[in-house]
């Protein structure tokens, strides 16, 4: 199996745009508490995480994204069950989400980009400060970070089977594990 130094240098080969890593980067956070939640590998889900969207720049289309990635990660190493995860995260590929981590990749996947719009717009511009009824607040204004779609976000959750400001709580501590990475300690 791929190592997370080796899934981050596939990563900065084709990802340039830097709030894409942090995207991808938030992710594998939020996978990798998941997967310690659910006594599961958080190597393996964190790599899920954090390559789920590594061929969006190369492939920026629904026709494309994310299946033409699939064989540069076998080219790459990657596994089997990896990839079937990162194919199933887009409805589009008509791959069924199965195990509790490709359920997990889809509900942490969009509600990391709303986190993190919320967290732009606070005055700290941190994550350190930020509770879910602050989400709450901006998720009834559908203008504010509207790329993050709202109906996606509640049916993923639910199919993961959790509440979801439970959810927003849970996804904001793992974001906060790596704040600095993602340009959210802080002011």
Partial sequence: MIDRSSALELVHKYVKNENLIRHMLAVEAAMRYYAQRHSEDPDLWGLVGLLHDFDWEIHPTLAEHPQAGVPILRQNGVSEEIIQAILSHADHTGVPRISVMEKALC???????????????????????????????????????????????????????????????????????????????GN
């Avoid at 509600?111 to 901006?138: F, Y």
């Avoid at 998720?139 to 779609?149: Q, R, T, V």
């Avoid at 904001?172 to 300690?185: D, F, Q, T, V």
Wanted: aromatic fraction near 6%; hydrophobic fraction near 45%; charge should be negative.
């Fill in 107 to 185: 509900a942490c996947d969009e509600i990391t980009g709303l986190i993190t719009a919320v967290a732009l717009v606070r005055p700290s511009r941190s994550l350190h400060d930020l509770t879910s009824k602050s989400v709450k607040k901006k998720w009834k204004d559908k203008a504010f970070a509207a790329g993050a779609n709202r109906e996606e976000i509640q049916k993923a959750t639910e199919e993961f089977g959790i509440e979801l400001w439970e959810h927003v709580d849970n996804v904001i501590l793992a974001m906060r594990s790596i704040a600095e990475h993602l340009g959210l300690s």
